[in-house]
């Protein structure tokens, strides 16, 4: 699904990411893990068209998406979450969901004059959506809440909610389990999931959590000082001695 090749990104002279390349297969759960400082986020940012990479290129199947902005990644399907939730406060969870489609007929103006019908209709499809998002999300009880009331879980939730109202190819995951409380974690861990096997959605998650990254994740990729340093399964990587030694500087486990 997604192919990073050689992509590099210094900032002054700190090199956060170095000649990075790593594949995320399609239709797969890809665990991106390392310790403070490896350069993960990043990459994330490099991915999703936040920051532009001094060199290499991305490939989204077989299209080169290299420094497209993330406006023209959402269109293509490259979604992304955040660390600390990027909600609309001030709005329903029911309109944060709304909101997100792109080219909504109601966001000319010349349509609200001359196009009310369709904007009508559109949004009655719309709002079917968004409230078949919130039911699989289990989240119907705050449909009218304001988003700035959830909590972080709830947010995280809501977050994971709007990558489902477009047609997301491959979404990035960063550190959706940071800050959450363990029940709702299990509840984002079973929408992943869900979204994984039901309807086939690409996930790439950065997270500290191993135990979560264990759970989820059908490959681990273990970056460390902005390089990839290794891959495989969850077990191999917490016995893998570069990576006790990337984490800890000495023996021990991860």
Not at 4 to 18: D, L, P, R, T, Y
Not at 146 to 165: P, V
Not at 235 to 247: G, L, S
Request: net charge negative; proline share 1%; charged share 25%.
């Amino acid at each position: 699904m997604l192919s990073i090749k050689n992509i590099s990104k210094s900032f002054g002279g700190i090199q956060a990411v170095n000649d990075a390349s790593l594949e995320i297969k399609k239709g797969s759960i890809t665990g991106l893990i390392g310790p403070n400082g490896a350069g993960k986020t990043t990459l994330f940012n490099i991915i999703a068209g936040n920051l532009e990479a001094n060199s290499g290129q991305i490939f989204l199947e077989e299209d080169n998406i290299t420094s497209l902005p993330s406006y023209r990644l959402f269109e293509k399907g490259v979604l992304r979450t955040f660390q600390i939730a990027h909600e609309f406060s001030k709005m329903t969870v029911l309109e944060n969901l709304m909101v997100v489609p792109g080219s909504q007929l109601g966001e000319k103006i010349l349509n609200t004059w001359f196009q009310r019908g369709k904007i009508k209709e559109e949004e009655k499809i719309i709002k079917k959506r968004a409230e078949e998002v919130i039911e699989f999300l289990n989240l119907s009880h705050l449909t009218y809440e304001l988003a700035g009331n959830l909590s972080g879980g709830q947010k995280k939730l809501l977050e994971l909610g709007r990558t489902m109202m477009v047609d997301a190819k491959i979404v990035l995951l960063d550190e959706v389990g940071a800050g959450v409380n363990r029940t709702l974690l299990n509840d984002i861990a079973n929408a992943i999931q869900k979204l994984n096997k039901e309807k086939g959605y690409t996930f790439c998650m950065i997270e500290h959590d191993i135990e979560f990254i264990g759970k989820l994740c059908d490959q681990v990729i273990v970056m460390a000082e902005g390089s990839v340093l290794v891959e495989g399964q969850i077990e191999e990587i917490k016995k893998n001695e570069k990576v006790i030694e990337a984490y800890l500087g000495r023996s021990g486990a991860v």
